[in-house]
């Protein structure tokens, strides 16, 4: 069933309720069902047939907004095997690296979908996602969230497993549009990149760390198949408006990731260089010492990916027609 944009409300449908203190909990529209929370039950029959927006009374009189979760919403609260793109930086990565409608589109790796959904999105239905995963955990958990949300594993989407820098060579020469890569060390993938960019393509990468962005911005430079690369970082602050109090709030999502970006020159094209100051010699042991081997990798338990993964696909599964009644926890 693909997910419906707007319309009344139907079963299967994701349903966000907003409650009197602001608290938020998401359920999946189904015949008879029920939320049941500390401040008493809210039927999913009273939900159904409404309009998105509407408020609805729970069993105790206290009102709760509905509304359809935003990708935004959805990302934020999806089951996670890996770290996500958050949706500041997927919405920086569609601009800087211009993702088009009928784009052809390669990610690496996958993670939990996150980035997966903001990209398909973009390119649309004419467009093409081949998202690489070396690990299946993850994959499953990509598969299963974008599934939630759109209701379908999208047609123009194939998540290959294995190592981009070993599988992308396979690709036709100058085939992708855009590459995006959210890995721990892209520098291995320029190569396989650039054969498979056409000339003009966008290739952005998603990084961690200061020490990681300096190790592949030499790199891409050292390739002599890319423009100069352009970095940056995206920092978003909310403001708390109220009559006459209008402040910064006292949090905001400050540094998430560094992203850079090149183009694909044409082959056997030679950068014009620019005036720029000799940079000191260095030679691949000061490299490793700069960015070690070890990258500092945080990753999720294979105990929490298993249950990332579980979560993921059950309430996939609960859009599906035809399933039972589901009583949702208070979160």
């Known amino acids: 069933m693909t ?24 359920i999946t529209l189904q015949p008879g069902g029920e939320f049941h929370s500390h401040r008493g039950v809210l039927k999913h029959d009273d939900v159904i047939g409404l309009p998105d927006g509407s408020v609805v009374t729970s069993t105790t009189g206290d009102e709760y907004l509905t509304l359809r979760p935003l990708l935004n919403d959805f990302v934020m609260s999806m089951p996670r095997g890996a770290a996500i793109v958050y949706p500041k930086d997927s919405a920086r990565i569609l601009s800087i690296g211009d993702i088009f409608p009928g784009a ?12 997966s959904l903001s990209l398909l999105r973009a390119i649309g239905p004419e467009g093409r996602l081949i998202s690489y995963e070396r690990r299946d955990e993850f994959a499953r958990v ?44 892209p ?31 030499e790199a891409i430079r050292a390739t002599g198949n890319f423009t100069e690369p352009e970095s ?20 905001m999502v400050a540094h998430t990731g560094f992203l850079l970006t090149a183009r694909r020159l044409a082959p056997g094209t030679v950068l014009p260089q620019r005036g720029r100051k000799a940079k000191p010699d260095y030679a691949d042991e000061d490299v490793e010492q700069w960015t070690p081997g070890a990258l500092g990798e945080r990753s999720a338990s294979e105990k929490r990916i298993r249950k990332a993964a579980r979560q993921a696909e059950s309430e996939a599964a ?13 979160a």
């Open 3 to 26: 997910r419906r944009q707007s319309g009344p409300f139907i079963v299967g449908d994701r349903v966000q309720l907003t409650g009197p203190k602001g608290r938020l909990n998401t």
């Open 104 to 115: 052809t589109v390669v990610e690496a790796g996958v993670g939990s979908g996150a980035l």
């Open 142 to 185: 990509a598969r299963a969230n974008v599934e939630n949300f759109l209701g379908e594993e999208p047609a123009n989407w194939s998540v290959e497993l294995g190592d981009l820098a070993e599988e992308l060579p396979k690709v036709a020469a100058g085939s992708v549009d855009r590459i995006v890569l959210d890995m721990l060390a």
């Open 187 to 217: 520098w291995d993938c320029l190569e396989a990149s650039a054969h498979a960019l056409t000339p003009g393509g966008v290739l952005v990468a998603y990084i961690a760390t200061v020490t990681q962005l300096s190790r592949v911005a």
């Open 232 to 251: 940056s970082e995206t920092m978003v602050r909310g403001w708390h408006v109220e009559g006459l109090a209008v402040r910064p709030d006292h949090r």
């Open 318 to 330: 609960k859009r599906l027609p035809g399933e039972k009644t589901h009583t949702e926890p208070s």
